[in-house]
């Protein structure tokens, strides 16, 4: 079953009356990424962060990755992330990728400063979606075209969370996690700020 959570992205980017058209975009996947947002219980849950397990969906025991406190380690415990409130710092305290914001997105950049991924509620787009001079659908075609993962309950899926690939499922329920965690998490699974990525089985 299905539990996404999004939020009112495009309540709070644009305004309710622009919410309220009849119409919508024309592509099915941007119609259903805007369903689903306006069709969000409100108001959403506190975020929080605990420590996770992450592996690989209908993959063993044994996790591909952990993450401990600050720290993030692949599943034989070695460190491959110290995160703090300010980025994303290597096991020997070298800073790989910074935590930014722009409007109701947060960033994750990495040491030259470019977008990796943003995040909005249970979403993790690539890059940074240019909305600005945009109308609410076309918000959502943008969107759709950036979105990477879907944070859906305990999984992270590739794409929208009712079509898109399950990529790893979690111990703890990592819709509710921070957009930080969610940006962490995402570049563990992407390999990127010192990760590997998810090895291919």
């Known amino acids: ?7 009112l992205f495009c309540v709070a980017s644009t305004g309710l009356a622009a919410c309220d058209q009849d119409s919508g975009p024309t592509p099915d996947d941007a119609q259903a990424l805007y369903d689903e947002v306006r069709a969000a219980p409100f108001p959403v849950p506190v975020a929080f962060d605990t420590d996770v397990e992450l592996r690989r969906s ?10 401990i406190n600050s720290v993030a380690a692949d599943g034989t415990g070695e460190p491959i992330q110290v995160v703090s409130n300010g980025g994303i710092a290597s096991p020997d305290g070298e800073l790989l990728c910074s935590f930014t914001s722009s409007g109701a997105f947060s960033q994750l950049r990495d040491a030259d400063g470019d977008v990796i991924f943003s995040s909005l509620g ?13 109308n609410a659908f076309q918000q959502a075609q943008t969107l759709m075209a950036h979105l990477r993962f879907s944070y859906d309950f305990d999984l992270l899926v590739e794409g929208l969370a009712s079509s898109g690939e399950e990529m790893v499922e979690a111990n703890v329920p990592i819709q ?8 962490v998490i995402a570049s563990l699974v992407d390999g990127y700020c010192g990760s590997e990525g998810l090895d291919t089985p």
């Open 58 to 67: 209908g993959g063993g025991v044994v996790p591909d990755f952990v993450i």
């Open 1 to 7: 079953m299905r539990r996404l959570l999004p939020i």
């Open 176 to 183: 509710f996690s921070s957009s930080n965690r969610k940006l």
């Open 122 to 134: 249970p979403f993790v787009f690539e890059g940074q979606p240019q909305l600005a001079g945009k």
